[in-house]
């Protein structure tokens, strides 16, 4: 079997039937084995920068693994925007570059950059040195990619390698599991503290939506009568109409929450490395009683020292933790995430209304209202973003997809269509500026070639409003600095000229009217609404 061949059976044979990337003559013996293979999808976008976060989102919202091909030098480095974003997020996918043969490697040929360059955005970098390895690499690619904590892993197969027709080593199973159980000790001491806690907390990283553990915190946080916030990441992972759901710790984290999360006389913190931007550079105060739990010890003592740390899966860590408990008296959660969100919606109470343009935060409800609770919704980076993680609310934790720490703009779009890749029968709806939609605009015409039924609603201000923002406030220079308002963008005639069916919508009304035509339609559309560029930024606004 030539080596393109068994690289597109090994992926077969993982069960990955989708991959996202861009044709190059590097890669075309790959696209070849694609094309004999009636197994597996190519998806082609427009740019590579894109194509790792189609599969990004592809993986977010679905579980499911993807794998990219780009060219080297230029295609990998655009990629590794996306791999930099999943790492981060521990999302797993498999990136294959096509390498400089080794004979030319540190001749400077044609795309030729150093294979370590790549270390440090990727789990684990791999080089295949010998052609009748590849067929075992692509399995433990796929093996590491896939052990918590997943990630995405980067392999890289020499250009003269792939037409090769080599005996190649038998594929092996590679192990994925990371630890077989948490230490029973750590689970005592944690159980011990949380349950002699009056006003417990929890706090829920994207660790329990990777760990699929979203059952066990819900009835974790039952049984102790505790109020959940997440992270940026975490957002979803208890249904956000949940009744102990309080809230995101966000930019846009009311001060109401804030002091409730310093307030509390215990914490669990699950699935979260209490990275610095939800810990604004760790300035949140949390509670000294403090229990971790993490797959991994490096996140320990991040910032904050934990009281009790327990390394292992979060959805095992909170059933032992649960069943420890018995029959334990709840604290009055409810009522504390009640409050929070009582106090969220008297804060953008004044933002909402009929006066045009519409706030962001007027836009989020009316979508919110008008998005069916099953659809999955992929959210873009940017100043409605963070407007978003305290006044959408999340259905579930695969229903909303948003970057993490990374928090890079031109994210939404190419998550959105690696989402309905990953889910052709649910509807799915992109929540977009114009900033980040302008970063990856050429996907628009992905998704109309690859006839997706998505919709698209991009939020308006002809402006980098969140920059402009802290630039007239905090470094007085002009308003409107990074507006274009002098050079408007329409977003409608842009997607019409792709090939894309688009809408517009100035007021709530025909906001609402126009976002439901788009998702209830069989085709890729695009809802344009213009948006306040002088309303107030939600960190500012919600911690006044």
Same mark, same amino acid.
């Given at each position: ?25 590097? *890669?075309?013996?790959?696209?070849? =084995?694609?094309?004999?293979s009636? &197994? #597996? ?5 427009? @740019? %590579? !920068? ?18 990219t ?21 521990? *999302?797993?996918?498999?990136?294959? =570059?096509?390498?400089?043969?080794p &004979? #030319?490697?540190?001749g400077?040929?044609? @795309? %030729? !950059? ?22 075992a ?18 392999i890289?197969?020499p ?9 190649l ?16 000790e750590?689970i ?20 329990v939506?990777?760990s ?14 505790a109020?959940?916030?997440t ?19 966000s ?10 999360l310093g ?12 990275d ?7 300035t ?16 320990l003592?991040?910032g ?6 327990v ?5 095992e ?16 959660g ?8 009582a106090?969220r ?10 006066e ?30 963070v ?15 948003n970057?993490?720490s ?5 994210t939404?779009?190419p ?60 470094y007085?220079?002009?308003?409107g600095?990074y507006g274009?308002e ?12 792709m090939?894309?069916?688009?809408r ?5 009304a025909d906001?609402a ?17 213009p948006?306040n ?12």
């Amino acid at each position: 079997m030539q080596i393109n061949e068994a690289v597109i059976d090994r992926l077969v044979a993982n069960g990955i039937d989708t991959v996202f990337g861009i044709p190059g003559k590097q *890669t075309l013996p790959l696209n070849q =084995a694609i094309g004999e293979s009636d &197994e #597996i999808e190519f998806v082609v976008a427009r @740019h %590579e !920068t894109a194509v790792t976060h189609q599969a990004w989102g592809y993986a977010e919202t679905s579980g499911k693994i993807a794998a990219t091909f780009v060219v080297p030098g230029p295609g990998d480095m655009n990629a590794m925007n996306g791999l930099k974003n999943a790492l981060n997020d521990c *999302t797993p996918l498999i990136h294959f =570059a096509v390498e400089t043969e080794p &004979e #030319i490697r540190g001749g400077d040929g044609i @795309h %030729e !950059t150093p294979p370590d360059t790549y270390d440090n955005v990727v789990k684990e970098n791999i080089l295949v040195e010998r052609p009748a390895a590849t067929a075992a690499e692509v399995d433990r690619a796929v093996a590491i990619a896939q052990t918590p904590p997943k990630g995405p892993v980067r392999i890289g197969i020499p250009k003269n390698f792939l037409k090769m027709d080599v005996p190649l080593t038998q594929a092996r199973e590679f192990e994925s599991a990371f630890l077989e159980s948490v230490a029973d000790e750590d689970i005592a001491a944690a159980t011990d503290l949380l349950a002699d806690a009056e006003s417990p907390l929890i706090l829920a990283g994207g660790g329990v939506r990777a760990s699929g553990a979203t059952d066990e915190l819900v009835s974790l946080a039952e049984a102790l009568g505790a109020p959940v916030v997440t992270t940026y990441k975490g957002k979803g992972v208890i249904p956000e109409t949940h009744p102990l759901a309080a809230g995101v710790l966000s930019g846009s984290a009311t001060q109401e929450l804030l002091d409730t999360l310093g307030e509390a006389d215990a914490a669990l913190g699950v699935g979260t490395d209490f990275d610095a931007v939800a810990t604004r550079s760790w300035t949140v105060d949390v509670p000294d009683r403090l229990v971790h739990v993490t797959l991994h010890s490096e996140d320990l003592g991040t910032g904050y020292d934990p009281t009790v740390a327990v390394i292992g899966d979060a959805a095992e860590a909170m059933r032992k933790i649960e069943s420890r408990l018995g029959d334990h008296d709840p604290a009055s959660g409810e009522e504390t995430a009640q409050r929070l969100r009582a106090a969220r919606d008297e804060r953008i109470e004044s933002l909402l209304g009929e006066e045009t343009p519409l706030t962001s935060v007027q836009v989020l409800r009316t979508a919110r209202e008008t998005i069916p609770q099953e659809a999955t919704v992929a959210v873009d980076a940017g100043g409605f973003r963070v407007w978003a993680l305290n006044t959408f609310e999340a259905a579930g934790p695969r229903k909303y997809v948003n970057p993490g720490s990374w928090a890079t703009m031109g994210t939404g779009l190419p998550s959105g269509i690696g989402a309905q890749l990953a889910n052709p029968e649910e509807d799915v709806v992109v929540l977009t500026g114009d900033g980040g939609l302008m970063m990856c605009v050429h996907e628009l015409h992905t998704a109309v070639t690859a006839d997706l039924p998505i919709t698209v609603l991009v939020l308006n201000n002809n402006d980098y409003a969140i920059i402009t923002e802290e630039a007239e406030r905090t470094y007085d220079l002009d308003a409107g600095v990074y507006g274009w308002e002098s050079s408007p963008i329409s977003f409608t005639a842009l997607a019409e000229s792709m090939g894309m069916t688009t809408r517009r919508a100035e007021t709530n009304a025909d906001l609402a009217d126009e976002l439901s035509a788009a998702i209830a339609a069989d085709e890729p559309v695009l809802v344009e609404v213009p948006t306040n560029p002088q309303e107030p930024q939600a960190s500012e606004w919600m911690s006044e």
